[in-house]
C-alpha cells in the first residue's frame, strides 16, 4: 500500500502565500509523476502543475508565474509554493502520485485526501 499525506492548506487573503507539502510513504519502488490538482465548488477537478520524473514541470496557465512544484525524492515529497495568491485559487488541492509499488513492481496511482486552501480579504 502506497499513501500520500498533505499538509499546508489554510486561509490567506488575497495576495498571500501558501506551502502545501505532501509526503508519499509505504512499498514505494519509484515515483514517476507528482502533480498537484485542485477542486473548486461546483467545477470539474484541474491540474494546477506536475513535475514528471527527469521530465519538463508543467503548470495550468492560471497558476504560470505564480506557483512553483518540486520534488525532494530523498524524501518522497513534493511542494506546492502559491504565491500572490487570489481568490479564484479557493479550492480543495489535491496531491496525486504515479508510482510502482513492491512487491511486484505493479503501477499504482494515488491520491491524497486534499487540503483546503481558502484567499479570501
Known amino acids: 500500500q502506497v499513501q500520500l499525506a498533505e499538509s499546508g492548506g489554510g486561509s490567506v487573503q488575497p495576495g498571500g502565500s501558501l506551502r502545501l507539502s505532501c509526503v508519499a510513504s509505504?512499498?514505494?519502488?519509484?515515483?514517476?509523476?507528482m502533480a498537484w490538482y485542485r477542486q473548486a465548488p461546483g467545477k470539474q477537478r484541474e491540474l494546477v502543475a506536475a513535475a514528471p520524473h527527469g521530465a519538463e514541470i508543467r503548470y495550468a496557465a492560471t497558476v504560470q508565474g505564480r506557483f512553483t512544484i518540486s520534488r525532494d525524492d530523498a524524501k518522497n515529497t513534493v511542494y506546492l509554493q502559491m504565491n500572490s495568491l487570489k481568490p479564484e485559487d479557493t479550492a480543495v488541492y489535491y496531491c496525486?502520485?504515479?508510482?510502482?509499488?513492491?512487491?511486484?513492481?505493479?503501477?499504482?496511482?494515488?491520491w491524497g485526501q486534499g487540503t483546503l486552501v481558502t484567499v479570501s480579504s
Open positions: 509505504g512499498s514505494i519502488f519509484g515515483i514517476f509523476t
Open positions: 496525486n502520485v504515479e508510482v510502482t509499488a513492491r512487491p511486484d513492481f505493479r503501477y499504482l496511482e494515488v
